[in-house]
């Protein structure tokens, strides 16, 4: 069963750490996404990659940053963590074009206190 | 910025009726995505529709689009406790490379 897979489930970090979450498919797709989910809010897109080491911002990239050093995995980094930044976060993927469903993870919920 | 807008955001049927979940959107699309997300976790790609498709079944899902009104419908027909959810509609905007989601409708399947 082809999967996305993220690291953490729930995830607690004090305000000012660095905090890495980290996502892998293994479903060769080419492009790869980062989401918040805040009630009231919606899915708000932070990041996505078409090809690995490249990157694009999405609607609210400030105070995050990514990596993807190899297809299958997409980084999500939170340089100092805020209390604002406490949140849903779902990764997806999907294949190259714009007529393909996204697959998701499970997501992480993270709390930054 | 969202796209998608859905229409109601709570909906309350008892099992076995029929649940219609509507969309509206702003601008034009290549095609409009309807999710499912069980409470706390990830979402699930339930169907896609092209900008120049009218209608499209997935077992008891049917979703129509109706471009000149912007607007799309999901319906489940026959509903099950199961599908007790949040389902969001999500639009690829022409000219982007994104899906942009909706803030979704809250379904409940009372038994």
């Known amino acids: 069963d082809v999967k996305v897979t993220q690291s953490s489930r729930y995830l607690v970090k004090r305000t000012g750490e660095k905090v890495f979450l980290e996502c892998v498919q293994d479903m060769d797709h080419e492009n790869m996404f980062w989401y918040r989910q805040d009630p009231g809010l919606g899915l708000r897109l932070i990041y996505f990659?078409?090809?690995?080491?490249?990157?694009e911002k999405g609607d609210i990239p400030e105070g995050y940053s990514v990596s993807r050093e190899k297809k299958e995995r997409f980084s999500l980094i939170l340089e100092s963590a805020s209390t604002n930044q406490t949140s849903m976060y779902l990764c997806?993927?999907?294949?190259?074009?714009?007529?393909?469903?996204?697959?998701f993870g499970s997501g992480t919920r993270l709390t930054v206190v | 910025s969202q796209q998608g807008e859905e229409d109601p955001q709570a909906l309350s049927i008892q099992e076995g009726e029929n649940a219609t979940m509507n969309c509206s959107y702003k601008t034009s699309i290549n095609n409009l995505q309807w999710y499912r997300q069980n409470s706390g976790r990830g979402l699930v790609h339930l169907i896609l529709i092209r900008s120049n498709e009218r209608e499209k079944h997935s077992g008891r899902l049917r979703v129509t689009l109706d471009t000149s009104k912007k607007s799309s419908s999901l319906l489940i027909t026959a509903s099950r406790a199961a599908d007790t959810a949040s389902y969001f509609c999500a639009t690829v905007v022409q000219g982007a490379q994104k899906l942009v989601f909706g803030q979704g409708t809250r379904l409940t399947i009372n038994p």
């Open positions: 990659s078409y090809d690995v080491k490249m990157k």
């Open positions: 997806a993927s999907s294949l190259e074009g714009l007529n393909y469903g996204y697959t």
